[in-house]
């Protein structure tokens, strides 16, 4: 039977994704329930994601036998092991993408996180995995770091779908929207069906909120504690208004002509941190129409269990956001140091989970020698 709350807001408009994926879910028929009764039409991973998949239970046992009885090396090894996983995700979704025009049913593999920093060797990468997954649902994890904005753009060009990952910033937004809009220009101008491409931009919430309210409780101030809480929603909301601007006009509707696609607004990082806070605050208060909200578990059967569909609490309230950034600034917080110290810290912990994940694959290939 279909979870309500969550069929609600998937009624609003809002794609609810999984921000998970383990062979363990994929075997045991727990992600086809959650596409069944649960309304999920998507899946994102990271290496962090996939760490803790390998270091939990003998799912991979198998697999890593095979590897290591043919000498593969250590990214040979998490290569093979990711890819597999991902096409089985994607043959799951595999209606869902269908259905939905190719909008939905998409399974997100990251490029590897320590090459956030050269363009030539991200895009590189960005085409071997498109190939080697080999799926039309594939949605290839970039990071918008300033490197990453050409990348962004050349992949688009070679008929390859992007998630970009790690967005803080509106401003850094504008310019992945940018990024990605060019590499359609350069698609369509190339011969390429513009009509396949697809794209979302991950604009992290929870991070945003736990950097700036440590910040605020070291000023103190009756007026800056008082804005605990407000900054994640208030820059997505900033960031949706921005979407809405970016994808009008002449130069879109160019585009929009030859059947492309905006590049939709997907909040990650959507568990709440704070005990404080509602745990399901990220997504009620961002439910707007064409929009991806990407769940960790916890916070999907949080919702399923108690989760509110209140209306679009989104469109028309950049002003009120606005405001609520103004009066950050206005208490002592300097944006463009959280925004950079963000980035660079997403970069680091990705950068760590991959070593993790090294660290966990060549334990396992040695175990199974």
């Known amino acids: 039977m279909s979870n309500e709350r969550l069929a609600a807001l998937s009624a609003a408009g809002v794609s609810v994704w999984l921000d998970d994926l383990s062979r363990e879910r994929l075997t045991s028929g727990n992600l086809k329930e959650l596409i069944a009764d649960y309304s999920v039409v998507g899946v994102t991973t990271n290496p962090t994601i996939?760490?803790?998949?390998?270091?939990?239970?003998?799912?991979y046992d198998q697999q890593v036998r095979e590897l290591a009885s043919r000498g593969a090396d250590i990214d040979t090894a998490i290569r093979e092991i990711t890819v597999a996983d991902v096409q089985h995700a994607c043959d799951l979704f595999s209606g869902t993408w269908e259905t939905t025009g190719g909008v939905d049913g998409r399974v997100s593999l990251e490029v590897d996180p320590r090459l956030a920093h050269e363009t030539e060797k991200t895009v590189t990468q960005a085409l071997d995995l498109w190939k080697a997954v080999d799926r039309p649902n594939l949605l290839v994890k970039i990071p918008a770091t300033e490197e990453g904005l050409p990348a962004?753009?050349?992949?688009?060009?070679?008929?390859?779908?992007?998630?970009?990952?790690?967005?803080?910033?509106?401003?850094?937004?504008?310019?992945?929207m940018e990024a990605y809009i060019a590499g359609l220009e350069k698609a369509h101008a190339n011969g390429e069906?513009?009509?396949?491409?697809?794209?979302?931009?991950?604009?992290?919430?929870?991070?945003?909120?736990?950097e700036?309210?440590?910040?605020?409780?070291?000023?103190?101030?009756?007026?800056a504690l008082a804005l605990r809480g407000k900054a994640g929603i208030a820059n997505c909301r900033l960031a949706f208004a921005a979407y809405e601007k970016?994808?009008?006009?002449?130069?879109?509707?160019?585009?929009?002509?030859?059947?492309?696609?905006?590049?939709?607004?997907?909040?990650?990082?959507?568990?709440?941190?704070?005990?404080?806070?509602?745990d399901t605050m990220y997504v009620t208060e961002l439910a707007v129409p064409n929009t991806v909200n990407t769940m960790p578990g916890k916070t999907l059967r949080a919702f399923a269990e108690h989760g509110e569909v209140e209306g679009d609490k989104v469109t028309g309230t950049?002003?009120?956001?606005?405001?609520?950034?103004?009066?950050?600034?206005?208490?002592?917080?300097?944006?463009?140091?959280v925004f950079l110290t963000l980035e660079n810290e997403g970069v680091e912990k990705f950068e760590g989970s991959w070593t993790e994940l090294q660290d966990i694959v060549r334990g396992q290939l040695d175990g199974a020698k």
């Open 152 to 176: 962004i753009t050349r992949a688009i060009s070679e008929g390859v779908s992007v998630n970009v990952t790690l967005i803080f910033s509106v401003e850094r937004y504008e310019l992945v």
């Open 212 to 223: 700036i309210d440590e910040r605020l409780k070291k000023i103190g101030t009756e007026e």
């Open 193 to 210: 069906d513009v009509a396949r491409i697809h794209s979302v931009g991950s604009f992290f919430v929870s991070r945003v909120d736990s």
């Open 246 to 278: 970016a994808f009008t006009g002449s130069r879109w509707d160019n585009l929009a002509q030859a059947g492309a696609h905006g590049q939709r607004p997907l909040w990650a990082s959507t568990g709440v941190k704070n005990p404080d806070y509602s």
């Open 50 to 59: 996939f760490a803790g998949a390998l270091s939990d239970g003998e799912a």
């Open 318 to 337: 950049a002003a009120d956001a606005q405001k609520v950034f103004d009066d950050l600034v206005a208490v002592g917080i300097d944006l463009t140091d």
